[in-house]
């Protein structure tokens, strides 16, 4: 698996080709990290040293 990933912010995002709801996943992420830099990598590279994007399911607010 192949995953979108931003050096800046070691975040990053994976690209599931069979899911048409990712393009816009990594449109937003790409936008959000603009000007940053974006590489395209396997995830087996970043896994562990980066953290995951936009998990929207959990929108809870957390209050500190
Ligand atoms: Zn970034």
Do not use: D, W
Not at 6 to 27: D, M, Q, T
Not at 45 to 59: L, N
């Amino acid at each position: 698996m192949r995953a979108r990933s931003c050096i800046k912010c070691r975040e990053y995002v994976l690209i599931e080709p069979s899911n048409p709801n990712n393009i816009e996943i990594i449109n937003k992420f790409e936008k959000e990290h603009r000007g940053h830099t974006l590489i395209t990598s396997n995830f087996e590279e970043i896994k562990g040293s980066y953290k995951p994007y936009g998990k929207e399911e959990e929108q809870e607010e957390k209050e500190e």
